[in-house]
């Protein structure tokens, strides 16, 4: 069984700060994807970032970081420099399988990112 | 490009009514998605398809059927909708399904809210 956990429901940080979203995830596969998701108070799902089971290093797009520790099965997003507009929640995925599997993602239950001006 | 769209953006039905849910992509994927966000939850999978014609149950898929008739098109349908179906219904689709992979992001569109009364 897949299973992701995001253990912070909340976060308040200041804006231009620096942000780090923790997840951590469980498969027995070893072939899987970890992707972050954002979703506005609008409700829409936008991706951001995504990394692979045998990426050699971790995953960058513009100002987000994907930072990927195979061996503590963890992939925590970090956010520099913080904007109000990162005010959402972000849900962190998984999909695992092999032989080309197409089974959809696995979602944490999400952290809610409050950035303060 | 209009990437995956979804229609309606919102319905109200009663009890034992049915409809139907259209999503539609124009990015020539072959893999797609639909699945449901209840509050204070991750999204979850209710059936997929990896190509025309083909679809497949994933982790809640009673009470609703999937046709694909067209690669761009992935319907989804409730016979007889019920009140536990109130949620929001987001379409996905990606270019292809091999987990750890470049490819296998998943785009989502904009969402149905669907209330049952």
């Known amino acids: 069984a897949q299973k992701i956990t995001q253990t912070q429901p909340g976060m308040f940080v200041q804006e231009k700060e620096a942000v780090t979203l923790d997840c951590t995830y469980d498969t027995s596969d070893p072939s899987y994807g970890l992707f972050w998701y954002k979703q506005p108070s609008s409700g829409e799902m936008i991706f951001l970032i995504y990394?692979?089971?045998?990426?050699?290093q971790n995953a960058t797009e513009g100002r987000y970081s994907l930072n990927f520790q195979k061996a503590r099965k963890s992939a925590n997003l970090v956010i520099s420099a913080s904007q109000l507009g990162d005010s959402a929640m972000y849900f962190c995925?998984?999909?695992?399988?092999?032989?080309?599997?197409?089974?959809?993602?696995?979602f944490g239950k999400g952290t809610h990112l409050i950035i303060q001006p | 490009n209009a990437g995956v769209t979804q229609t309606p953006k919102f319905r109200v039905l009663k009890t034992g009514q049915s409809m139907t849910l259209l999503c539609a992509q124009d990015m020539n994927h072959e893999y797609m998605y639909w699945y449901r966000q209840d509050p204070g939850m991750g999204l979850r999978l209710i059936h997929y398809?990896?190509?025309?014609?083909?679809?497949a149950k994933g982790e809640v898929p009673d009470g609703y059927n999937v046709s694909r008739l067209k690669k761009q098109n992935f319907l989804l349908g409730l016979e007889s909708a019920a009140p536990s179906q109130t949620s929001v219904y987001f379409c996905?689709?990606?270019?292809?399904?091999?987990?750890?992979?470049?490819?296998?992001?998943?785009?989502f569109g904009p969402g149905t809210r669907l209330l049952v009364l």
């Open positions: 996905a689709s990606s270019y292809r399904g091999l987990a750890g992979a470049r490819g296998e992001t998943q785009y």
């Open positions: 995925a998984m999909r695992a399988g092999s032989g080309g599997g197409a089974d959809g993602l696995t």
């Open positions: 398809s990896v190509g025309e014609g083909t679809t």
């Open positions: 990394q692979g089971s045998y990426d050699q």
